[in-house]
């Protein structure tokens, strides 16, 4: 079974056994506006729980994209730099990022459930 | 004050409106011990446009101008015939009291003429993208410099010791700060082995050519062994004019160009301003420092530029910006655009041939001069001369004789003994028969 | 005032404006559809006639160039139409009032585009021999001297070519400064209103930003920021004015503390415009300081460049200055550019480009500065500064002024709280601005202020300039308050072009023209 969480700094991560997705929430990728570019991780790269792992840009703005959880990069979602306005179509589907292997499900517990980042993006 | 529309009365009838009882209460918030009366500046007072014409004049006849006589001095600097047209242009108030482009609806004579330069120089360079300049040459190479350290996440950059040794100190300055600069010796008229010196750590080998003494290097060997060892080669072109007859550097490999823009449309102005060209690879395009334009559409669908790509910049990405770099060199570039295309592929080339047709025969009156030699047996418009004594104060007596004779290789190189009997000697369009004849002449006497 | 003026002269009796009707030529009267140069030039037409040379035998070593460049053929007559044409979809400070906040786009005399152009100084190369350029360095003196007096600043740098090169050589002076005593300081403190040259540079130079946050009134947090010193900290970077165009007050307390913790105070002097004349940065405790003499002392903008930004020196940072330096010696100058022949004292950090900078800027700064005196450059800060005060003082009733009713410095700034419920925003209410004629104001900067809009009239306008600037801005605001939007949707509609589309500027860049033919063509 997968779980999804969020970090107060607007990424979501689905957890599923050791291996987890991430991308920008739909709150994210709306402030942003239009995305123009995206920069992703190499694959086999290691990152750290709250690491910069990614770049997303808009006209306008440019923000990075934190690994809310630790692993390696297995894989990056190459689609995105042909088509980034998959970020703004489908932010928390096809607009995932990059993936992640050997994650520990102690950093993912310290995340927000789905509820909670709805409250906190509420108190904004 | 003749710039000054407030009358007196209209700034009583503001401070009313304000509710202000006087100017200084509008400078409240300055604590008082900071202000100062008038009297503390010991400055002049107010002047009409012809005294100040007239202090200004007396300054500049002080100065011998390079039209002034039979003149030689290159070493980064090129005096050229610009077309009337161009002056008359960038003088027109829209291009002349203009901001940035910032709202494209009513900047696209800027914009575009921005998209033409960035093509123009792509071309020259035989690069994929150009920038829409940075400030000149030096600063353009210390910024080619910084950008392959990031590029490739090394920090130690090779200077080829034919790299105009003020260019090298600006690089020292600024990138020095993420890595090793290492310069090449000097070597006048040959070229020194830079492959040997390319390792593993290196982010990239910075060639000039033709270099600081006119000598035309052959990128071709150091960009291939620079690529081997995973490093960037950044070319340097001071005389881009040398373009229509050499080989482009992006034909010969180059990762980055670096040039100084000065010799088309622009005037020598003593050192500045002046025009530095940027261009390379489209794969390092988001790397790359300094504004660029893009082409686009409006609601309508009708054509038009914006400046793009803006998160690589200090207003948007502030301290992750590629460069600090706001003002640039805006109408510079627009003086080199133009008369660029007053010239085209055939006064360009033709103006090449011209300045190379100049040169060798400059060199060949000078070298019959016993105790003359060529220290550069390839150049374009530029070489050096190894003269038989010291050559600064022969350029100081040749100039009492009305004859700007070049640039002594020890104004650039004060500490290389080696240096002190050279000479390096530019002669473009400008140069005439009976200038060639004069220098010849002066400087049988001198020696 | 006299708005309706022109208007009535054309609006006759029974006339009846024709329906919007397309031209046959895709042109509309003096605006003319311009194509490429590219797309005009053909081969075997020139702009220019240079002679064909034969040359027996080239030196290039055999580094001949093999292809064409691919560059266009065009007559003389056809590039200067062509510019001409471009020019006219500009915007200009000599058409029009051109308020953009922190540009300080001011009136360009034309005199010191003459004395610029004077062949002493613009045909004058950099390394012509010394006894042929002692005018030009006399004037640098000059400049110099003006520079110090108006700053009470004992030094200054002349090469940095723009704001932001200034900043860099103060940085790097304080980097070796801080060397010099053997010392290791990484952070540099930048208000977050700062502009986004300031923590680049900070960067740019090697350093890490730490922001320091505004307080409510648009200054700098005084206690956080001294909460922030340590002996890690090389200096504080602070704009004063400041970018809300406000003064810091607390500016003396503020410097005091710096050097109590062993760093420097670089001041961003972009807006040196409103207090020239009248009061001394020296006098507040700053170390360095760049001036745009393209701003304060009216060196044009060119459409982006070129600028100049000297940088003043305190006495702890003068020694640094970069090479080369300018001396006097014996009835004349020199310039030094070698680390052998420094005068007492001097360990200059290294050098900022090539030459000695940006000297067309210096004849057109140092001309202004001769023109105006010391009398008329304090007057222009009054006037600059009334303006902007006239502004702020007509429109907070109907804007929305973030800062309260304190007076303002050279640019009066507002937020977006006033357009809060009418679907405008900042971008629209800027850009129906040029369908009434004018340049927007610079918006959303400083980043402190919900969308933003910071106007600097300048001392160039009359009042009667202003009031009508009033007038329009008013009765935009009043309209969009009552709902009445029709002006702000997708405006501009009369400018040569309307909204572009940036998006896809930015996600398929297309940066140069290319052959159509041959769209793959690798050149
Ligand atoms: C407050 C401020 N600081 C620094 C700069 C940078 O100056 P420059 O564009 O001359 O590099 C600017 C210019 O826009 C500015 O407004």
Not at chain 2, 118 to 123: F, N
Not at chain 3, 57 to 69: D, E, H, N, P, V
Request: aromatic share 6%; glycine share 10%; net charge negative.
């Amino acid at each position: 079974m997968s779980e999804t969480r969020f970090t107060d700094q607007h990424e979501w991560v689905t957890l599923d056994g050791d291996n987890a997705t991430v991308g920008i929430t739909k709150y994210a990728a709306e402030a942003l506006g239009d995305v123009v570019f995206v920069e992703l991780p190499q694959k086999g790269r290691k990152v750290g729980a709250g690491a910069e792992a990614a770049v997303v840009e808009s006209v306008k703005a440019a923000s990075e994209v934190y690994s809310p959880v630790g692993g390696e990069v297995s894989e990056a979602n190459a689609a995105l730099e042909a088509a980034p306005a998959t970020v703004n179509d489908d932010p928390e589907g096809s607009g995932w990022f990059f993936k992640l292997k050997g994650v520990s499900a102690g950093d993912f517990a310290k995340l927000m459930t789905k509820d909670a980042y709805a409250e906190f993006v509420k108190g904004l | 004050m003749r710039y000054l529309p407030l009358s007196s009365d209209d700034r009583s009838a503001m401070l009313k409106k304000i509710g202000a009882p006087g100017i200084d209460a509008l400078f409240a918030d300055v604590p008082q011990a900071a202000v100062v009366p008038l009297s503390v500046f010991n400055l002049p007072d107010t002047q009409g446009e012809l005294e100040v014409d007239r202090a200004l004049s007396k300054l500049a006849a002080r100065n011998v101008a390079a039209g002034a006589g039979p003149f030689f001095c290159g070493a980064g600097a090129y005096k050229h015939h610009v077309p009337s047209a161009v002056d008359h242009l960038i003088q027109r108030s829209e291009f002349l009291t203009s901001y940035t482009p910032y709202q494209p609806e009513i900047a696209q004579g800027t914009l575009q003429y921005l998209f033409e330069f960035q093509t123009q120089v792509a071309l020259l360079t035989g690069m994929e993208v150009a920038n829409a300049s940075l400030y000149d040459g030096s600063t353009a190479t210390a910024e080619a410099v910084m950008m392959a350290q990031r590029l490739t996440r090394r920090g130690k950059a090779i200077l080829s010791g034919g790299l105009h040794p003020h260019y090298a100190e600006t690089v020292e300055t600024v990138a020095g700060l993420q890595g090793v600069i290492a310069r090449a010796p000097v070597t006048p008229g040959s070229a020194e082995d830079l492959i040997a010196l390319i390792d593993d750590e290196t982010a990239c080998v910075v060639v000039q050519s033709p270099d600081v003494f006119g000598l035309i290097r052959n990128l071709r060997p150091i960009a291939e062994a620079a690529h081997a060892k995973g490093a960037l080669l950044i070319a340097v072109v001071t005389e881009i004019v040398s373009l229509g007859l050499l080989e482009s550097p992006g034909a010969q490999g180059a990762d980055i160009v670096a040039a100084e823009g000065q010799s088309i449309g622009n005037g020598l102005n003593f050192g500045g301003p002046y025009v530095g060209l940027f261009a390379t690879r489209e794969k390092f395009l988001r790397q790359m420092p300094g504004r660029l334009t893009g082409e686009t559409a409006d609601i309508e669908g009708r054509r038009g530029y914006v400046l793009t790509l803006s998160t690589r910049e200090q207003h948007i990405r502030r301290e992750k910006a590629t460069s600090n770099i706001c003002t640039n060199s805006g109408l510079c570039t627009l003086a080199f655009t133009i008369h660029l295309s007053l010239l085209g592929e055939e006064g360009f080339t033709r103006l090449a041939r011209l300045n190379h047709a100049k040169a060798s025969a400059l060199a060949d009156r000078l070298c019959a001069i016993a105790g003359v030699e060529l220290v550069t047996p390839t150049f374009f418009n530029e070489f050096t001369l190894k003269l038989p004594k010291p050559a600064a104060p022969l350029v100081d007596a040749l100039a009492n004789k009305g004859v700007i004779a070049g640039v002594p290789a020890s104004r650039l190189l004060p500490h290389d003994k080696s240096a002190a009997n050279l000479l390096i000697v530019a002669a473009t369009e400008t140069c005439t028969d009976d200038d060639i004849a004069a220098f010849a002449g002066a400087l049988k006497e001198v020696l | 005032m006299d708005i309706e003026a022109n208007r009535r002269r054309v609006t006759a009796p029974g006339y009846h404006p024709p329906e919007e009707l397309p031209t046959i030529s895709g042109d509309r009267g003096l605006d003319h559809e311009e194509k490429l140069i590219f797309e005009i030039g053909r081969d075997g037409v020139t702009g220019v006639d240079l002679p064909q040379t034969q040359i027996a035998a080239t030196r290039l070593g055999g580094q001949k160039r093999k292809g064409a460049i691919g560059l266009p053929g065009l007559s003389e007559p056809e590039v200067i139409r062509h510019y001409v044409r471009l020019s006219r979809k500009n915007y200009a400070i000599d058409a029009g009032l051109y308020p953009l906040g922190s540009c300080t786009m001011k009136h360009n005399p034309r005199l010191n585009e003459k004395m610029a152009r004077l062949p002493g100084f613009g045909d004058l190369h950099p390394l012509a021999p010394r006894s042929t350029t002692q005018g030009a360095l006399e004037l640098i003196s000059e400049l110099m001297g003006w520079l110090t007096t108006l700053t009470g600043m004992p030094a200054v740098a002349m090469s940095p070519k723009a704001g932001a090169h200034g900043e860099l050589c103060g940085l790097l002076a304080i980097r070796a400064a801080i060397a010099a005593r053997g010392e290791n300081r990484p952070r540099i403190l930048v208000p977050e209103s700062a502009h986004g040259t300031n923590p680049a540079t900070a960067a740019f130079a090697g350093f890490t930003v730490d922001e320091v946050p505004a307080k409510p009134n648009g200054r700098v947090d005084a206690e956080a920021l001294k909460a922030k010193l340590g002996p890690d900290v090389a200096a504080i970077m602070l704009t004063n004015p400041n970018t809300c165009g406000l003064f810091e007050g607390e500016v003396i307390e503020i410097a005091k503390a710096v050097h109590e913790a062993g760093a420097y105070f670089y001041c961003d002097g972009a807006n040196f415009n409103a207090i020239a004349g009248r009061v001394r940065p020296g006098d507040l405790g700053i170390d360095a300081m760049h001036i745009n003499l393209h701003k304060t002392f009216s060196t044009p903008h060119g459409g982006g460049g070129p600028g100049a930004g000297p940088v003043v020196l305190s006495a702890a940072l003068a020694p640094f200055a970069p090479l080369p330096l300018l001396v006097a010696e014996g009835d004349g100058f020199k310039l030094v550019e070698d680390r052998d022949e420094l005068p007492a004292g001097a360990q200059p950090f290294g050098r900022m480009s090539a030459f000695h900078g940006q000297m067309g800027m210096f004849v057109r700064a140092l001309s202004y500065m001769l023109s105006h005196g010391r009398d008329g450059v304090r007057q222009a800060s009054e006037d600059a500064v009334l303006s902007a005060n006239y502004i702020l003082a007509s429109l907070k009733d109907v804007m929305s002024a973030p800062f309260g009713d304190g007076p303002c410095m050279h640019e009066a700034l507002f937020d977006d709280s006033f357009l809060d419920g009418t679907g405008v925003t900042t971008l629209d209410f800027a850009k129906a601005m040029i369908d009434e004629g004018y340049h927007p104001m610079t918006m959303y900067f400083p980043l402190v202020v919900h969308g933003a809009m910071l106007i600097e009239p300048t001392e160039s306008e009359s009042r009667e300039s202003l009031d009508r600037f009033i007038h329009v801005l008013r009765e935009m605001a009043l309209e969009a308050k009552a709902g009445k939007t029709a002006r702000f949707d997708g405006a501009p509609r009369l400018a040569p072009r309307r909204r572009l589309d940036e998006t896809a500027a930015a996600r398929k860049p297309v940066l140069r023209w290319k052959r159509p033919e041959l769209p793959q063509a690798a050149e």
